[in-house]
């Protein structure tokens, strides 16, 4: 009894004070942060590569709007390829040697993007851009895989919200410094060797501190191993009779998930949000360049402001989701909704209203801008962490999955604008763009809505042959008894 009094209490201790598993959690955050500044860095740096109006002594290029939409899509080409083989990695080998990977081999490549250009044009450009995306798949898989190891249930929100943050500060930061480092004597290069060198040095701490889950950390102390595995998310293994290596040699149960409603509904929603997201994402500098004819540096001011507001609204989600959980005031299935409804819903009205304004609506275009993209923040709380919902043992394949669908519209929707939009300057044209990812938000949600479900699935457990055959015979004993009764 005074053992399990003293493990009481230094969980209790434990689970308040920083640990090892926050310490992975931050990684992660610089991690996205990072690898969402090597996304980005191209949207703004497109704009500046193609301005004849500059007098930069960088190489200037003559790419039509087609041309910079098939650049910006191209990374996306890549990177659902590597969604799924990621995943399923990530669950044999752990998601720490994946992620690690992935990210600094993009970090090295995107450094050689301006001699790329240079000497390869766009075809060359864009080739490169396919390889970082293939690089880049393997980051959310990998990501999912590590929170389901690292995060105790009731820290599931807080660490899953502040990993997945880190993209919008990625996003944001290198919005918001790309028109100074354009404008210094490192011209529009500068901005793929300063994104390139900080995903350089995150890959030696990394490498260093992080690792797949607590039995494989060389820094954490037994007593919050302990904590985390005793409140970890429902997995099939236990930590008093299963070790890591057989929870990773679990079979996939791939029929299962691939004919799963709620599974679906998330890859729907997924698919939805990020046809929106991504429209803003790669085409906020376009259509503030061609609607609001901003220069350079006041473009990469006003670009960066949704995403500085998305990363703020993120930590503010998560106080109100905190507070709600300690308050139980709502279910996890109706906070999921909520938090879900509000990621997607609010940011499609604003959309619709966005088609409608212009050059003569500036400030009313940016706060709109602002809202709709820091509205999408919610969605950290809805159908980002429902796959660790669905599955704890798949996590990572369940996000390797969704992300690969779901990054098809990250494909289609720069190089739909590229089709919609022949005039940057048309605000009519973008209102088509802006109707079409409102639509796609709304209909997403509702499915999610009604469809989604919040509990581990009977397939998070995959079990022999004999005892699923066991169990249909069963159930269809039961369903004539009742038929005869």
Known sequence: MNEIRRFDDKKKSIGLGIGIRHLQCFLIFFGQAV???????????????????GDSEYGIYSWDEQTRSVILSSFFFGYVITQVPSGQLAHKYGGHKVFFWGLFS????????????????WQLVCALRYIQGICQGSLQPSSSNLLSKWSPVKELGLMGTISYSGSQLGTALMLCVSGEITASFMGWPGLFYVSGGMGCLWGLLFYVFGASSPSESQFIS???????????????ESPKDKNEESNRALPTPWLDIMTSVPFLCVVVVHCANNWAYNILLTQIPTYIKGVLQMDIKKNALFSSLPFWVMLALSYFFLIISEVLRKKQCMSMSVSRRFFNTIGNWIPAVGLICLGYLGKENETLVILLLMINVGMMAATYLGFCLNNIDLSPNFAGTLMGISNCIGHTTSIMAPLSVGFIVTDEKNPEQW?????????????????????GKFEPQYWNEPMPVSVKTSRKNSQHSVYKETKHN
Do not use: Q, W
């Open 106 to 121: 993009c970090s090295l490549l995107a450094i050689l993007t301006p001699i790329c250009a240079d000497f390869g044009g």
């Open 35 to 53: 690898a969402h500044s090597l996304r980005v860095n191209l949207s703004v740096g497109i704009v500046a590569m193609t301005d004849k109006s």
């Open 222 to 236: 037994e007593e919050e191993k302990m904590y985390i595995e005793t409140l970890s998310v429902p997995s099939a």
């Open 431 to 451: 209102r088509i763009v802006f109707f079409i990812a409102a639509a796609f938000l709304f209909i997403g949600n509702l499915l999610f809505i009604v469809f």
